[in-house]
């Protein structure tokens, strides 16, 4: 067994909507990102790579790279899945917290649960989703941005 942690955090900017766990949800704001900026993948994504001692995100879908510009989250998600399949990994479970002051995910929480658990090839009850505020502390309690944290574990 294996496990990895991740994190992830991108600023508000224009935009009417925001992605999480690949179900766009509306929203006053954007986030600027180089992808489609959907923290819930980006931090699953480091939980997946850590837990496999393959580094993280940024050494695999660099932002600095064209191809990537605007790229849906998925895509990185399926990639990091094909990586973990050549290793006989497999996911055991999945937990992660969104920390925002808004939008709220209350309502979006079963949608993001059943997108993450089709992205990754597991049941709903392998993934938990949750979120938090920062009792209006901090950039994301200015609403200036928001963030994800993904734990998961391999065997």
Same mark, same amino acid.
């Given at each position: ?20 766990? %690949? ?13 489609? %900026? ?28 064209? =191809?990537?510009?605007?790229?849906d989250? +998925?895509?990185?998600?399926a990639? =990091?899945l ?27 929480r ?31 309690? +200015?609403?200036? %941005? ?10």
């Amino acid at each position: 067994m294996r496990i990895g942690s991740g994190f992830d955090v991108h600023a508000f900017g224009p935009g009417d909507s925001i992605v999480l766990g %690949g179900v766009r949800i509306p929203h006053s704001r954007g986030v600027v990102a180089h992808s489609d %900026g959907d923290v819930v993948l980006h931090a699953l994504c480091d939980a997946l790579l850590g837990a496999a001692g393959l580094g993280d995100i940024g050494m695999h879908f660099p932002d600095t790279d064209p =191809v990537w510009k605007g790229a849906d989250s +998925r895509r990185f998600v399926a990639a =990091v899945l094909d990586m973990l399949s050549v290793r006989k990994l497999r996911i055991s479970n999945a937990d992660i917290t969104l920390l925002a002051q808004a939008p709220k995910v209350s309502p979006y929480r079963l949608e993001i649960r059943r997108s993450l658990a089709q992205m990754l090839g597991v049941t709903e009850n392998q993934v938990n989703i949750k979120a938090t505020t920062t009792e209006h502390m901090g950039f994301i309690g +200015r609403n200036e %941005g928001l963030a994800a944290q993904a734990i998961v574990l391999l065997e």
